[in-house]
């Protein structure tokens, strides 16, 4: 029994690296500047520079993504750009609707 769970997880490994790296990559293809965004307007570049040291965009690509795998060990999604909202309460807010949509499709499906 362990050696089946040992290389379950063996297998799991690779694939939960690959979505992790695909997921971070689709994030960062996204249009515009977070810290641009996130400065409004005016877009002073005291803000604009401090926002992107704070978000670590003026670090190398491998270097944020292991900032952004960091936090999500930690349970830390970030926060939304749009809102400024934590984006584990985003999740648990809509994760009762979501369930209730999936419990729905699957009785139908059933």
């Known amino acids: ?44 570049p005291a ?16 270097v944020r993504y292991a900032y952004w795998v960091g936090g999500v060990l930690q349970g830390d999604l970030g926060e939304s750009l749009r809102t400024q909202a934590p984006v584990l309460d985003l999740v648990r807010q809509k994760l009762p609707v979501t369930v209730q949509l999936a419990l729905m499709a699957f009785a139908i499906a059933v």
Not at 15 to 22: E, P, R
Not at 47 to 62: F, G
């Open 47 to 62: 803000v604009v520079a401090h926002l992107r040291q704070k978000l670590h965009l003026d670090e190398p690509l491998p």
């Open 1 to 44: 029994m362990t050696d089946w769970l040992l290389r379950r997880l063996g297998q799991m490994l690779p694939t939960l690296l690959f979505v992790s790296m695909l997921v971070f990559g689709l994030q960062q293809l996204l249009p515009g500047d977070p810290a641009k965004v996130l400065a409004g307007e005016e877009q002073d």
